[in-house]
């Protein structure tokens, strides 16, 4: 019976895999600059925080 699960859930996940693709070039710059975006907007509030931690006990 587990055996028989296992075998259905590696059928399953090698179907995804198989329609799984590389991105193209401009698929992958558009995901690095949104993740870059992204850091950049957390560490800006994480900076903005440690000023106003800074500040606060003065």
């Known amino acids: 019976m ?3 699960l296992e075998e ?3 059928h399953k996940y090698w179907r ?3 329609l799984a ?3 193209t ?3 992958f710059q558009k995901i ?3 993740a870059a975006a992204g ?3 957390i560490g800006l509030i994480g ?3 440690l000023q106003f931690m800074d500040v606060l006990p003065q």
């Open 32 to 34: 690095a600059l949104v």
């Open 2 to 4: 587990a055996f028989k």
């Open 16 to 18: 995804v895999i198989k």
């Open 25 to 27: 070039r401009e698929e």
């Open 8 to 10: 259905e859930l590696f």
């Open 21 to 23: 693709r590389t991105p």
């Open 47 to 49: 900076f903005l925080i």
């Open 39 to 41: 850091v950049l907007l």
